[in-house]
């Protein structure tokens, strides 16, 4: 699991990328960094977030991807007993292949938040100094 999660991880662009690619997008000049700093500033950091987010949506979906490509055999047969229960063991059976699923989840969300808590940190000594 942890391999597949640093696989997933690796393909989130650095601080650095994120912030080119912020400030390509942005396309503040200097004029306007001086007269509104603060408003600049929040401005930067809410449109790093959502390109972080962007990537982050998509490591997600690489871990779906590799989660059920591992376990394509186990996945398969459940989802076969499924089609046969009842709603409520339907149900019940669906939630557990999700259950296993969050464990993998959970992981790549905790190193998730610890890169975005210092992507926010690495943007903010950036732009300021």
Do not use: C, H
Request: aromatic share 14%; hydrophobic share 35%; glycine share 4%.
């Amino acid at each position: 699991m942890k391999s597949i999660i640093g696989q997933v991880k690796r393909e989130i662009p650095s601080v650095d990328e994120i912030i080119d690619l912020t400030w390509k997008k942005l396309k503040f000049t200097k004029d306007f960094v001086r007269k509104n700093f603060g408003k600049a500033i929040l401005k930067f950091d809410e449109e790093a977030t959502k390109e972080f987010r962007k990537y982050e949506q998509e490591a997600i979906k690489k871990l779906a991807k590799y989660y059920t490509g591992s376990n394509q055999s186990e996945i398969r047969e459940k989802l076969k007993d499924l089609i046969e229960k009842k709603e409520e063991e339907f149900i019940s059976k669906l939630a557990e292949i999700f259950y296993e699923f969050s464990f993998w989840v959970q992981q790549l969300e905790k190193d998730l938040g610890n890169m975005r808590k210092a992507r926010g940190g690495k943007t903010f000594e950036k732009v300021i100094f």
